[in-house]
């Protein structure tokens, strides 16, 4: 069979299943199982498949067809400029959390030189790493609980050329010590903690069964890490120093709120993502 009508024949499957970006997905799929680039698909569209070529395909288009996630079958998913390699076991990043980049960027003549980034829950690594592309010059220290996600950091550093600027240390963000790390308190920490209730009915399905729980669901109706990783975050930050973490849409006044109570922070924001969603906190650790 000739490669474009194995394309058209997926792009046909993918819609009756009522995927959304059938030609996209179908593209991406047929192109990554080829070892070829997208647009190999349009310059060779008469090349006939051999059996094994064909069953690579029908491979890659059944595991999206069983719900998982395009991004752990390709391996990588872009996040602000980069492509950061992605696996089972790592949280696939998500759009929204560019917020956070976005925001530390406008306080980029206040962050100048060799500031010290902490990212609580770093996951693949994508929103310390990408902090860094913004803040030349800054060093970044990660932190997860999950062996897996603190590789893919690692990996995904080094891919990027930025392994001698950062360090991933498998951590319990409670048990985060800057004497046994040999740190100085940092200058901005940036955090993107579970923070879904587990009875949510808006999960989707494929969420819930592919991508790992312990990056998802947060007890307390979703608020505990926020809560932990809150005092976490004022304990260690320099004075003047900020704290930028995600919440979930519906969060943005009970962490407010939160955050207002005792915890020593001041100048309290919530920042709302590019579909007018609040998802970001911001936070500045008091002067004392
Ligand atoms: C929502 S994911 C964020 C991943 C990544 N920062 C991102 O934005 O894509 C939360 C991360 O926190 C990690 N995590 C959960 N509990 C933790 C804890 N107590 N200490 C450190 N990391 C934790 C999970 O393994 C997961 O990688």
Not at 70 to 97: H, M, N, S
Not at 109 to 131: H, K, M, Q, R
Not at 171 to 189: F, G, K, R, T, Y
Request: aromatic share 10%; proline share 4%.
């Amino acid at each position: 069979m000739q490669v474009t009508e194995v394309l058209n024949r997926t792009i046909g499957f993918f819609k009756k299943k009522g995927f959304e970006s059938a030609r996209l997905e179908s593209e991406l799929l047929i192109s990554s199982a080829l070892g070829w680039q997208r647009i190999d698909l349009y310059s060779k569209f008469e090349y006939p498949l051999s059996a094994d070529q064909m069953n690579a395909c029908r491979e890659l288009v059944k595991r999206r067809t069983d719900g998982e996630p395009i991004a752990y079958i390709l391996g990588e998913k872009g996040f602000y400029q980069d492509d950061f390699k992605v696996g089972p076991g790592v949280l696939i990043p998500r759009p929204e959390t560019e917020t956070i980049v976005d925001e530390v960027e406008k306080l980029k003549s206040e962050l100048e030189g060799e500031i010290l980034i902490f990212d609580f829950g770093c996951g693949s690594g994508c929103l310390g790493l990408s902090l860094l592309r913004v803040l030349p010059g800054a060093r970044l220290a990660g932190f997860d609980i999950s062996e897996t996600c603190v590789s893919y950091s690692k990996e995904n550093a080094e891919a990027l050329g930025l392994e001698s600027s950062s360090g991933f240390f498998k951590n319990d963000v409670a048990s985060v010590d800057l004497n046994d790390l040999a740190l100085e308190a940092p200058d901005l920490i940036v955090a993107n903690p579970p923070y879904i209730s587990k009875d949510d009915p808006e999960v989707a399905e494929d969420v819930k069964s592919f991508e790992p729980s312990e990056a998802l669901f947060s007890e307390d109706d979703g608020l505990a890490h926020i809560k932990h990783w809150a005092s976490k975050a004022s304990e260690l930050l320099k004075p003047g120093g900020y704290y930028f973490f995600e919440i979930g849409h519906r969060q943005g006044q009970v962490c407010k709120d939160l955050l207002e109570q005792d915890l020593g922070f001041s100048h309290i924001e919530v920042i709302k993502d590019l579909s007018g969603k609040d998802r970001v906190i911001k936070a500045q650790k008091e002067l004392r």
